[in-house]
């Protein structure tokens, strides 16, 4: 079987894999094998366990649509980030998800800062006055 997974940032994963766990919060538990009967799915908050032989990954995913047809699966994620361990993949996305306030904060401090100097360029000009 072959699984894709992409996000709004690009492909992030697509290999060859022997099977699928899926486990999403709405929809619990489920796997998925080769030949396995067409299935279109959400993934609210979960992850996927992929096995590929011997090796194990997990993927994390946030806002996801899964699709199984013809041992091609496809995953479209709002957020989707890969572990060695489910722990670990949780960790990728708590540890992104707080740079990402962090570059949110300082993004709106520098708006903020903008806003009030094109208020007093305004002001010193006297443009937008009759």
Do not use: C, W
Request: charged fraction near 25%.
């Amino acid at each position: 079987m072959r699984i894709t997974i992409v996000t709004p940032d690009g492909e992030l994963y697509n290999e060859e894999i022997t099977s699928v766990i899926v486990s999403s919060n709405s929809n619990g538990e489920y796997g998925i094998l080769k030949n396995h009967v067409p299935i279109t799915s959400t993934i609210d908050t979960g992850y996927l366990k992929l096995e590929q032989d011997n090796l194990v990954y997990y993927v994390v995913i946030i806002g996801g649509l899964l699709e199984s047809h013809n041992n091609v699966i496809t995953v479209i994620a709002q957020d989707a980030f890969i572990g060695s361990s489910k722990e670990k993949a949780f960790d990728n996305l708590n540890q992104i998800r707080s740079s990402r306030i962090e570059d949110n904060k300082k993004r709106n401090i520098e708006l903020t800062k903008a806003e009030r100097e094109l208020k007093k360029q305004i002001q010193a000009t006297g443009a937008g006055s009759l």
